[in-house]
């Protein structure tokens, strides 16, 4: 009987055990995330930059927008991209619901603006310090933004991180536009939201510990290589 | 005799820094020749800083003209001029890399940086350091690799907002040095101090600013022997004027 607490004999049985269905949840999990944080990093970092630094009608609406959408609930956003890439919306031609792109680019729209945001906070700040030295140079703002994205490398690291958080986490929205569908888009956060409601908790909670354990990897390479890094270019 | 390749001397007229209807700078006249070492001098709060910022172009005048002698245009302004902030700003780089970057932006081709690079470190003895992190060098470390690397553009104008301030007895001989060498190779120095040993041994000509006016413009030896103004004389004197 599967009623012992300590799942780590089913996560075991499950690694070795029914094949490669459990791996390819994980791989699958990890490649969405990984795809969707680095599309979003890709585009958010130069956004971010360029709203903490280029001054134009509106910026401040867009600031607090960008801010607010930090909170979006995920299955709004999930829904709406649901009717962008159904049959009948205007993306429907795609045919791309239901599979992981979609899922992708539902995580994408969530992480971006986590992204932007924390971005354009780094960058302003560090804009205050780099201004005079930079306008001394000739450099404008626009000029400044490698420098600056470049500079402020260690900080954007944890940036990257929260919007992996977030991406990692999620359910709500690749549920929707994902489907759930067993051995093309199912995730971990979606099997784990299945296999609880129809009671299998030991699977449950080992797919959990597993997620959880894979957020801790990450974390701890990501804080471990910008820690070393940020010694050798003596960030205080 | 005045050098006709130079875009100095650089006068000013009628220069005038309001905020928030307040007047924080008022320079009707000044000078600054070709070559000289011009040192800034007054008490804190007198407008040293807000004057070689402006001169420099970092904050625009409220009303008044900056002009060159030979007609240049903005961007030869900008590259013939060089500036070192009081809290120098090093970039989360390594020594040679802040050279680099500076050059870079300057519109200096690849080899063409690092050449210069290695060369001005090797003349300001920093080659040691070319490789450290910027961020991790005292600050004496920190301000000569800030003057050398605003050197390293080869400014014929070259703005100084308190060198020395921060810095131990050593560390202000070291850039002491550096700002001989500098004037001998011909650059004009502009830089404020409120540091009266350094200004009595290394000025050619005195600005003296208090309260946001340009007061006394004057001969260094004549400065320090026969201030015409009382607020000079109090200064020199250590006496509080207010």
Redesign the interface.
């Known amino acids: 009987m599967q009623q012992d607490a300590i799942p780590i004999s089913s996560i075991l049985s499950l690694l070795t055990g029914d094949g490669g269905n459990f791996l390819g949840i994980i791989l699958l999990s990890l490649q969405v995330t990984i795809t969707a944080v680095t599309c979003a990093g890709l585009v958010g970092l130069p956004l971010g930059a360029g709203l903490a630094l280029v001054r134009f009608p509106g910026r401040t609406v867009i600031i607090v927008l960008v801010n607010t959408m930090m909170g979006f609930p995920p299955v709004v956003a999930g829904l709406a991209i649901f009717l962008l890439l159904s049959r009948s919306g205007p993306l429907g031609d795609l045919g791309l619901l239901f599979t992981p792109k979609a899922m992708m680019i539902a995580q994408f729209v969530l992480v971006l603006p986590i992204i932007v945001a924390l971005t354009r906070q780094t960058i302003e700040d560090l804009w205050t310090e780099y201004q005079d030295h930079m306008t001394s140079l000739g450099a404008g703002r626009l000029r400044s933004i490698p420098t600056l994205l470049w500079d402020a490398r260690f900080s954007l690291v944890t940036t990257l991180l929260a919007g992996l958080g977030r991406a990692s986490a999620e359910v709500g929205a690749i549920l929707i536009v994902g489907g759930n569908i067993a051995g093309f888009t199912r995730t971990m956060t979606t099997s784990i939201a299945l296999e609880t409601s129809k009671g299998d908790l030991p699977l449950a909670m080992a797919l959990g510990v597993v997620l959880m354990s894979l957020t801790l990897v990450i974390n701890s390479l990501a804080f471990g290589i910008s820690r070393v890094g940020a010694r050798f270019s003596g960030k205080s | 005799m005045r050098d006709t390749t130079s875009m100095l001397p650089l006068i000013v007229r009628d220069l005038r820094l309001e905020m928030d209807g307040r007047t924080l700078l008022d320079v009707p006249f000044a000078r600054i020749q070709n070559r000289q070492r011009n040192v800034i001098l007054g008490p804190n709060g007198a407008g040293k800083s807000l004057f070689l910022?402006t001169c420099?172009g970092?904050i625009p005048p409220t009303s008044g003209r900056i002009e060159y002698t030979l007609p240049v245009s903005a961007?030869e302004v900008?590259?013939k001029q060089?500036?070192v902030?009081q809290k120098p700003?090093m970039?989360?780089?390594?020594v040679r890399a802040n050279f680099t970057?500076?050059l870079a932006?300057?519109g200096v081709g690849w080899y063409e940086r690092r050449r210069i690079a290695d060369e001005t470190m090797a003349q300001f003895g920093l080659s040691g350091l070319a490789d450290?992190?910027?961020?991790?060098l005292s600050g004496g470390e920190q301000q000569r690799l800030a003057i050398a690397r605003a050197a390293s553009?080869g400014p014929d104008l070259l703005f100084l907002d308190e060198p020395t301030s921060s810095l131990d007895p050593t560390a202000s001989r070291q850039i002491e040095d550096m700002l001989d060498v500098l004037h001998e190779r011909g650059v004009t120095l502009v830089l404020t101090t409120h540091d009266l040993g350094l200004a009595r041994r290394f000025a050619d000509v005195i600005f003296f600013f208090h309260n946001g006016r340009l007061i006394e413009e004057s001969d260094a030896e004549r400065f320090f022997t026969q201030p015409e103004t009382e607020e000079a004389k109090a200064f020199l004197e250590h006496r509080l004027f207010w």
């Open positions: 910022k420099h970092l961007t900008r590259r060089a500036m902030f700003v970039l989360r780089r390594s970057h500076a932006m300057a450290s992190p910027a961020r991790v553009l």
